[in-house]
Structures are given as structure tokens and as C-alpha cells.
């Protein structure tokens, strides 16, 4: 509703590339203003919450869907990750976006832009989609199902996001249950921020050199 307003599409047409797709990521914080209310009248912490960076050498437990069968730290899973989430998503965007690599011109001055756009974006879903939601469901339902619960309401949310349609949704399902996944064993939000910042970084400039309208 805020995106189709039309003093904001207005001024929207008149900014740059940059402001242009910050803008439209700024406009989610209406969500994390609306999620802000669930918890009056509950007595949450920052630890209940994920809102710290965590125990980032933490053991991450093995799992029938990934490669390890015993327990490893994240020291070294998440490294791993973000070599397996940056060449899926690259290749992924580069197939869907069509990407012009002469465009931007002077792609060094859209990084402040870039860094801003990921920053506010990774909080936003993190708080959105993870922090809150395994908050409230602590008591409800076992680890596991809340882990899955919460990454399929991700994926869902990408249907016109990117990664986009059927195929990004099960990629932000399964990048969404590896991010729960870490906030729950890091007792901590470092590494799912972290990775998911890096990742929008990546979509940004793709999004700045699409070729399609």
C-alpha cells in the first residue's frame, strides 16, 4: 500500500537507481513498526529475541538434508554457505535478470547505496521473519517445526521478491531454514544477518544491471 502512494511514487521517480531501490526496501519497516505490536502485553529480552550477534564458533548440528554428520562450528559451515548461497543466487539472478554488465556505468559510486539497501533489508526480514516469529513460538512448537514453519513463510514472501518465483521460493525456504537454523544454535543473530546482507549486496548490483523492465 505505502509502494502504490502516489507522493511516494512521485518522489521515487525522480531519485536515482541507488535511493530508488533503497526506497523500496526502507518501506518494509512498516512491517517491523506493525510486528512491534505483538508484543505488548509479553515480556521478551534480547536473548528471547536473537537481537545480539551470538555465539559465532558455536557447533552447527548435522541434519538429514546437509552434507556433515557430526556437529561442526559455524566457523567454518558458514563460510561454506556463503560459497554455496553466492554461486546459486549469482547464477540464478543472472538467468532471470538478464543482467547488462555496462550498466551501471560507474558501478563503485552505487556501493554506499548497495551497502545501506542490504543492511536495512537483511534487518528487516531477519527481525520479521525470524526473530520474532521463533520468539513466539518457543513454547509452542518443537524447534524443528518452528525452524520450517518460519522458513516457509520466507519462501512464500519471495514469490515476487528476489530470488522470484517457484524456483527463489524454494531457495529463500531452504536459505530461511539455515538462517533460523543459526540464530537457534549461535543464540544470536551474526551469521543470519551477515550472509543474507552479502546476498542482497549481490542482488542490488544485479537489480541496478537488469535488462528487463
Known sequence: ?????????????????GPKIFISRL?????????????????FSRDDLFLRVGQLDAPAQPEPILW???AIPWTR??????????????????ISLRPDFGRPSHPWQLLPWALATAAINAANEEFQFRCVPLAHLRNVLPVRETLWLTAIFFGLAHYFGQPSGPIGILMATIAGWIWAKSMVETRGAGWAFGIHMLQDVVIFYFLAMSTKT
Not at 27 to 41: D, E, P, Y
Not at 77 to 94: A, R
Open 77 to 94: 559451515f558458514g563460510p561454506q554457505l556463503l560459497v554455496i548461497f553466492g554461486l546459486g543466487l549469482t547464477t540464478f539472478l543472472f
Open 27 to 43: 518501506l518494509n519497516v512498516a512491517g517491523v513498526l506493525l510486528m512491534l505490536t505483538t508484543f505488548i502485553g509479553r515480556n
Open 68 to 70: 556433515f554428520r557430526k
Open 1 to 17: 500500500m505505502l509502494g502504490e502512494w502516489a507522493p511516494i511514487q512521485s518522489f521515487a521517480a525522480e531519485t536515482g537507481l
